[in-house]
């Protein structure tokens, strides 16, 4: 049975609507804006959801960031309110003093940083603007677990959580989202590698396997079989010791 975008992406925005009323009448939603499919995808359903005045869409380049085009792209095509909120002095401040106090810093902690303090940014402006922060990771994401654990995998609500990345598309594509945000190809914006190059399989590999249980390459398998079970932590509340005396 194939995958019906339409159906999908209606009952996603049926689901944020009942969420907000359950969990924020009358609240924004607040969500990091990127430029690539995910981030973009998921503020088109908010937008469906609740009114584009509803929707505050934060971009948090660190210093540079080549690929803000397509956010403002987005941004444009939405429009929603936006605002740029440049984390470089925040990045660059806290390496700096956490350096001073440590020593040198992993080259993961360095790339893991970036996307913490762009989540603590994003409940900032929700404190301060009524807001919701939107999770933004899809299936095929959380499934090996590529992503930050309190940075982008935070969140109030998590819209996409249950699409794979070819589902995802499926459904920007039925919400008129421009087709170069649909297809830009995915990359964390902090390593300088794409998604699938640190990864080392494709998302078409990927998402065949989590339907449908069907891979031909055993390695491949393997790898993913073993990033799943490493990972499952990240999609759990945090593991707590229950006292029984």
Same mark, same amino acid.
């Given at each position: ?22 969990? %924020? ?5 607040? !969500?990091?804006?990127?430029? =690539?499919?995910? @981030?973009?995808?998921?503020? &088109? $359903? +908010?937008?469906?959801?609740? %009114? ?5 869409? !934060?971009?948090?380049?660190? =210093?540079?960031? @080549?690929?803000?085009?397509? &956010? $403002? +792209? ?10 740029? !909120? ?160």
């Amino acid at each position: 049975m194939g995958f019906d975008a339409k159906k999908a992406v209606d009952a996603t925005v049926k689901w944020i609507s009942d969420w907000f009323q359950m969990n %924020g009448p009358g609240c924004n939603a607040i !969500i990091g804006i990127s430029g =690539g499919k995910d @981030s973009s995808i998921t503020a &088109a $359903l +908010l937008v469906q959801a609740l %009114g584009k005045e509803r929707v505050l869409g !934060i971009m948090m380049p660190n =210093g540079e960031q @080549s690929d803000m085009d397509m &956010a $403002l +792209l987005l941004i444009n095509h939405l429009g929603i309110e936006s605002h740029v !909120i440049n984390i470089e002095a925040a990045y660059s401040g806290a390496v700096k003093d956490i350096e001073c106090a440590i020593g040198e810093l992993s080259k993961d902690s360095l790339i893991n940083l970036a996307p913490r303090l762009r989540m603590a940014t994003l409940y900032a402006v929700g404190q301060s603007r009524n807001g919701r922060v939107a999770n933004t990771c899809n299936l095929s994401e959380d499934w090996v677990g590529y992503s930050t654990r309190y940075g982008d995998a935070a969140g109030d609500f998590s819209p996409i959580s249950s699409f794979t990345t070819a589902e995802i598309r499926a459904m920007g594509r039925a919400l008129g989202v421009p087709e170069v945000l649909i297809e830009k190809v995915p990359s964390d914006g902090l390593s300088g590698m794409t998604d699938e190059d640190k990864l080392g399989f494709t998302y078409e590999v990927l998402d065949r396997y989590i339907r449908t249980g069907e891979i031909e390459d055993p390695k491949t398998k393997e790898r993913i079989d073993m990033l799943h079970e490493r990972n499952l932590f990240k999609l759990r509340y945090m593991d707590s010791f229950k006292y029984e005396g």
